[in-house]
């Protein structure tokens, strides 16, 4: 494995356990920024080959829950839980 694989591929592990990181960040806070973040790099981490397959797939999933929550708070007309401005 030549220097430009490893460096490759070491970049696609930290994008796997990033996604991992901001899709569990995102189900607290953020989610409408943060689960599609965690969806682009999860994927982006697969494609690349990353060695960290289950902290990309777990990204994935966690930035398509952090959607779902969302889309569940707008629903049930709690789409912010805090006010801007008074």
């Not at 965690?38 to 930035?63: D, E, K, M, N, P």
């Not at 779902?68 to 708070?73: H, K, Q, R, S, T």
């Not at 912010?80 to 008074?86: A, P, S």
């Amino acid at each position: 494995m030549n220097l430009s694989q490893r460096q490759r591929t070491g970049e696609a592990d930290q994008m796997a356990v990033a996604s991992f990181v901001l899709g569990l960040i995102g189900l607290l806070v953020f989610n409408l920024v943060l689960g599609p973040l965690a969806l682009a790099l999860g994927g982006l981490a697969l494609v690349r080959g990353t060695g960290r397959r289950g902290r990309a797939l777990l990204g994935l999933a966690l930035g398509a829950a952090d959607l779902a929550v969302l889309a569940g708070a707008v629903a049930t007309s709690h789409g912010t839980l805090w006010q801007l401005g008074g």
